[in-house]
């Protein structure tokens, strides 16, 4: 059977890193897994409409799932932010009153959309590879075994705490580090892999933005990390792009390399690094492809 998703794409996919996008398609692609692409969804929003209004949140989410819903599929989405808001939308509204639902189906219904229902399953990219393609299926895809690569999984906040039924244990997941050695990846556990990277600060609150980034960083160095991995872009925007701002207000040595989930595993079934945007990252990941004998 061929898995088959609404891929939601989100917005920091489509511009800031774009490499997650490409990696993404690359990865699926080379498993047979088929993406049929939401271009006319929305961005879900990052938790920050609801500051606003908590029915506004609803409503552009509610039409996001819809768009999946329309094709029957569950809709796919390899940011944990955007897996965390629309995940808790879709979780709210199968149980809200159907007074509200109706008030939200309305709207979409102006808009010329189809109604809200409740029957397609929001997942993310992590969600997908463990449960519905399964460890042992991806092993054996492999082609160049990771053996040797230390990596550290940085899951950030939504993925875990998003939802009220996360597919992994909040306070202790074992799914990234399971795919790592499914992958022949040796998995590096440290304090700060199940807490927030610090960029929802970033806009206010730099110093302590930065100071968060870089404690987790440090910490990942010092359990003898070649990388972090992580399957949210806005982490890895924090972790990665803004790491040389965090190393000098810290005043510490870091360039630890920091990859998208997908280019992980891509480079574990083969896909060539130049086809992963990882001439795109800030901290080079050069490191990681001499280990790998790339």
């Known amino acids: ?22 990696s993404t398609k690359a990865v699926t692609r080379s498993l047979g897994i088929e993406l049929i692409e939401l271009k ?5 929003g990052s938790g920050t409409f ?39 939308v879709d979780e709210r509204l199968k149980s809200a009153d159907p007074n509200y639902l109706n008030q ?11 109604p809200y229902k409740g029957t397609s399953e929001v997942k993310h990219l992590l969600w997908a590879l463990v449960s519905d393609y399964g460890l042992e299926a991806i092993a054996a895809k492999v082609t160049r075994k990771l053996s040797g690569l230390k990596c550290a ?15 992994d244990d909040p306070f202790n997941p074992k799914s990234m580090e399971n795919l790592f050695e499914a992958i022949g990846a040796t998995p590096v556990y440290y304090r700060g892999r199940t807490q927030c990277c610090g960029w929802p600060l970033a806009s206010y609150a730099t110093e302590q933005s930065f100071q968060m980034a870089g404690t987790h ?10 990388c972090l991995v992580t399957p949210c872009p806005l982490c890895h925007l924090n972790l990665d792009s803004r790491q040389p701002e965090v190393a ?3 005043g510490k040595t870091l360039g630890l390399p920091v990859l998208h989930l997908p280019q992980l595993v891509a480079l574990a079934i083969g896909v060539p690094p130049q086809e992963l945007g990882l001439d795109r990252h800030i901290v080079s990941t050069q490191s990681v492809l001499t280990k790998l004998g790339q």
């Not at 999984?153 to 597919?167: E, I, K, N, S, T």
């Open 104 to 114: 939200i189906n309305g709207f979409l219904k102006k808009e010329g959309c189809s």
């Open 50 to 88: 609801k500051e606003d209004s908590q029915l506004l949140e609803d409503t552009v989410n509610a039409r996001n799932i819809a768009l999946a819903e329309e094709l029957n599929l569950p809709l796919l989405t390899h940011c944990s932010t955007c897996q965390g808001v629309i995940g808790h």
């Open 153 to 167: 999984a940085f899951y950030g906040c939504y993925l875990l705490r998003g939802q009220d039924h996360p597919y």
């Open 248 to 250: 000098q207000m810290t």
């Open 217 to 226: 960083i440090e910490e990942a160095i010092s359990a003898g990390a070649d």
């Open 40 to 44: 006319k969804a929305s961005c879900c």
């Open 1 to 22: 059977m061929v898995l088959k998703y609404a891929y939601f794409p989100g917005c920091v996919a489509q511009g800031a890193c774009r490499e997650l996008d490409q």
